[in-house]
């Protein structure tokens, strides 16, 4: 089993930056991939954001690019997402998820129990 948490997560204005962290615990030596997504009310959970179980790869959401970045550092267990010029269209319940390198929310076996972005314009 692995545990997840997210933080970070808040109200900024549109610009602005925010840094969501996930916190992992449990099983943590395997080599699972990382991801974000995210769910707006009203809306589809959507791929946000992944890494290798490596972290030698990323991949983003087209419109995230150039400003959000995934990263990890192992020996906290944490995986991180910067957001930076944020957009209210951005405004969504964040969640981190553990599995396969994906794009695809059956991919991932392990998710938090998310955390709030609010960007106001």
């Known amino acids: 089993q692995v545990q997840l948490v997210e933080s970070g997560g808040g109200l900024v204005q549109a610009g602005g930056s925010l840094r969501l962290s996930c916190s992992a615990s449990g099983r943590t030596g395997s080599s699972y991939a990382m991801g974000w997504f995210r769910q707006a009310p009203g809306k589809e959970r959507e791929f946000v954001a992944a890494?290798?179980?490596?972290?030698?790869?990323?991949y983003y959401l087209d419109s995230v690019k150039g400003r959000f970045t995934i990263s990890t550092d192992n020996a906290k267990n944490t995986v991180y997402l910067q957001m930076r010029s944020l957009e209210p269209e951005d405004t969504a319940v964040y969640y981190c998820?553990?599995?396969?390198?994906?794009?695809?929310?059956?991919?991932?076996?392990?998710w938090g129990q998310g955390t709030q972005v609010t960007v106001s314009s």
């Open positions: 890494i290798s179980g490596s972290g030698g790869s990323t």
């Open positions: 998820a553990a599995g396969i390198y994906s794009i695809y929310t059956r991919a991932y076996k392990y």
